[in-house]
């Protein structure tokens, strides 16, 4: 097995620089793990999500990923990977195993948590359904969206600020109202859409795990 790594860094600064780096490693046939060292723990979630997002684009799921984070991230506790030292061990001597990819309608990977917010702070006016149960319809002040290690995939709730909601498991949650906006990975896209869906990859990742 030969093992090629990815680097975050100013040169992997846009979706295309990243798409170049995964890309480059993939043209020798030998190598069949992709380790990626995100730079800092700020945007390490979103630059591993980046990562795979370009795999699933290239067709490429049949590659295995070891994700190296440098410090504990929502990605890291939800897969229940190590991080540092101890990520760069398991990444070199560890098995991969096939585990649910999410992703959205607009092609990216969630690999620690989304959020459907209202537009300019306001409550979001709509509704989710995960899968054929409804957590919602009118206003909120948001839903939460987290992949999950384990079919069927994916797990949903509300966001109040007093109460901690059950949280719903499903293949797919879907958002549909008048001001949506897509938080992912603790980035927020700004423009306003009207649906949103998460939903489980026809194909699974291969992912390092302990």
Request: with cysteine; aromatic share 6%; hydrophobic share 40%.
């Amino acid at each position: 097995m030969s093992f090629a790594p990815i680097v975050e860094s100013e040169s992997t600064a846009d979706k295309r620089a990243v798409r170049a780096a995964v890309a480059a490693p993939l043209t020798d046939p030998e190598v069949s793990r992709l380790i990626v060292f995100p730079s800092a723990v700020e945007g390490a979630d979103a630059f591993f999500a980046q990562v795979m997002a370009v795999l699933m684009a290239m067709d490429r799921l049949d590659v295995e990923v070891a994700y190296c984070a440098p410090a504990p991230t929502r990605a890291t506790r939800i897969y229940r990977l190590p991080h540092g030292a101890a990520a760069r061990r398991l990444a070199e001597e560890g098995h991969a195993r096939d585990l649910p990819l999410i992703r959205d309608d607009a092609g990216t990977v969630l690999v620690g948590r989304a959020r459907h917010r209202g537009a300019d702070d306001a409550k979001l006016h709509g509704e989710t359904y995960v899968d054929n149960d409804r957590l919602f319809n009118g206003e909120v002040r948001g839903v939460e969206i987290e992949p999950l290690p384990e079919p069927p995939g994916l797990r949903a709730r509300l966001e109040r600020p007093l109460i901690a909601p059950r949280w719903h498991l499903g293949r797919a949650a879907q958002t549909g109202g008048t001001n949506i906006v897509v938080e992912r990975e603790g980035v927020l896209t700004p423009r306003v859409v009207k649906r949103s869906t998460f939903y489980r990859h026809h194909v699974d990742m291969k992912l390092v795990c302990p």
